[in-house]
């Protein structure tokens, strides 16, 4: 079985714009021709005509059994009707995590002006997915995705279940002190590369992945995402292949772990 934690429908290429059921039915038929059993789908902190919202999202996917949200949280302009929304959702089962931009918008993942959304996770028993390391748009600041920044929150928070997207790429030294170190967080490998792994760049990595599960010991707070469309689902699968880890670990990253975090009830999927 095959659980992507990180995907999106976004239109990343305006000169290309898409619909979103096009999006959606993209991101569909690749998980097929991957053999993909499902997939999270992370809205984004923004809202636009190429970003759609999570309630589009939510109603978009809501046929889809092998689709699940998690809804992308502003810091900057969140109001009382979007955390009451998400609650909603929430109580509906209607997403599966929050997520947040730290580097895209200028707020340290323990600012005090989140602790609602965080109380909010505990209650309902779900992750909160955090961007980390390096920005896609390079008008981002990366000061406030450092993934060491989430040190403070895991501290206060030891109820909260945590994702640091990315390995907190470059600093993935500093993402895996921070996993070994609080039991709560866990860490996704979406996003490495842009498209596809070339050879060096993928022995890189997949030296600096074996690393960190010698370094932070057995896998259970490593979960398999892409970034897709951002990169691509069979060039990641080639790489995850590649890793030196025996059947069991790989099974943990591939979908185990997810499963258990994100509440995927699996048992539907087969």
């Given amino acids: 079985m095959i659980i992507d934690v990180h995907t999106h429908i976004n239109n990343y290429h305006e000169d290309r714009v898409k619909s979103l059921e096009d999006c959606l039915s993209l991101l569909t038929d690749t998980m097929a021709e991957n053999k993909v059993d499902y997939s999270l ?106 993934p060491l920044q989430i040190d403070d929150l895991a501290v206060d928070f030891p109820e909260l279940k945590i994702v640091i997207c990315h390995l907190g790429n470059p600093w993935i030294k500093d993402c895996m002190e921070v996993v070994y170190k609080n039991k709560n967080v866990h860490a996704d490998i979406s996003g490495l590369v842009l498209g596809n792994f070339s050879e ?13 599960i010698t370094y932070a010991g057995n896998p259970k707070y490593l979960l398999y995402g892409t970034d897709w469309p951002i990169s691509n689902m069979n060039s990641y699968l080639k790489f995850i292949d590649q890793l030196d880890l025996t059947v069991e670990k ?21």
Wanted: proline share 4%; glycine share 6%.
């Fill in 200 to 212: 060096k760049f993928e022995r890189f990595m997949k030296q600096e992945i074996e690393q960190m």
């Fill in 250 to 270: 790989k099974e943990l990253i591939l979908w185990k772990n997810a499963a258990e975090l994100f509440n995927i009830d699996v048992n539907s999927l087969r």
């Fill in 41 to 146: 789908v992370l809205s984004s902190y923004k809202v636009n005509e190429h970003r759609p919202s999570t309630q589009k999202v939510v109603e978009a996917i809501a046929d889809k059994k092998n689709l699940g949200v998690v809804a992308g949280i502003s810091f900057l302009h969140y109001n009382h009707w979007d955390i009451r929304q998400i609650g909603e959702y929430l109580g509906q089962g209607l997403i599966k995590g929050l997520k947040f931009y730290p580097g895209y918008e200028p707020f340290y993942p323990n600012d005090s002006r989140l602790k609602v959304w965080y109380e909010m996770a505990i209650e309902y028993n779900i992750p909160v997915m955090f961007h980390s390391g390096d920005t896609y748009a390079p008008t981002g600041r990366v000061k406030y995705s450092h």
